[in-house]
């Protein structure tokens, strides 16, 4: 599943009731692009200029499948992507079965709550997953890599030269940024439904 893909189902459903939920989609936009454009050009080569002391490909290739068994944005931040958008797709299914639109919404007390429900699930998935990062990747990418070769029998530890660590290093620092700020969106967003709950009637 591409990003573009994802991308324009996203646009596609009804949009959400809130201005800062409407800001989070665009925000959504601009981190797809970020994973798309600078992801890409950060991890796309990585294999190819990792290298190791010795000249052996195989081992060059264990050590790098052992320092790298998931890539930071090819693998886990798309497969993060989809993942937090399931909430919303449900919503949206459920938005378009019973044809609900943007205004009802708010005016619904069983729309507001199923909407609050998605928002809430997408905070604890995307808290999963910034956690899950945390765990894989760390907070710095160091240049040099010691890999663990005996599996291979050689009796050796193999030292490894890692390629563009700062730039990987910076990209994850990204990674966690754009998280965080979800989250913040998200918990924001289920603020501001409240409010308008409270505030403004119903009929209106």
Not at 23 to 47: D, P, R
Request: hydrophobic share 50%.
């Amino acid at each position: 599943m591409s990003l573009n893909y994802i991308k324009n189902f996203y646009e596609g459903c009804v949009k959400p009731p809130t201005v800062i939920g409407q800001f989070h989609t665009l925000f959504f936009s601009i981190q797809m692009f970020f994973l798309g454009v600078l992801g890409f050009a950060v991890y796309g080569n990585e294999a190819l200029h990792f290298s190791c002391d010795t000249d052996k490909r195989e081992i060059n290739l264990f050590c790098y499948n052992q320092f790298r068994p998931i890539t930071p944005q090819v693998s886990f931040s798309t497969l993060q992507l989809v993942i937090v958008l399931v909430p919303g797709a449900i919503f949206h299914l459920y938005a378009a079965c019973k044809s609900i639109n943007q205004e009802c919404i708010l005016q619904k007390p069983i729309c507001t709550v199923i909407y609050i429900l998605s928002v809430l699930l997408r905070i604890s998935l995307e808290a999963i997953a910034f956690w899950l990062q945390i765990y894989l990747f760390g907070f710095q990418v160091k240049s040099l890599y010691l890999c663990d070769a005996r599996f291979l029998g050689e009796n050796m530890i193999v030292r490894c030269m890692v390629p563009e660590y700062f730039e990987k290093t910076i990209f994850l620092i990204a990674l966690y940024t754009f998280t965080a700020i979800t989250m913040v969106l998200c918990v924001a967003e289920i603020f501001e439904i409240i409010f308008r709950r409270l505030y403004f009637p119903f009929g209106q």
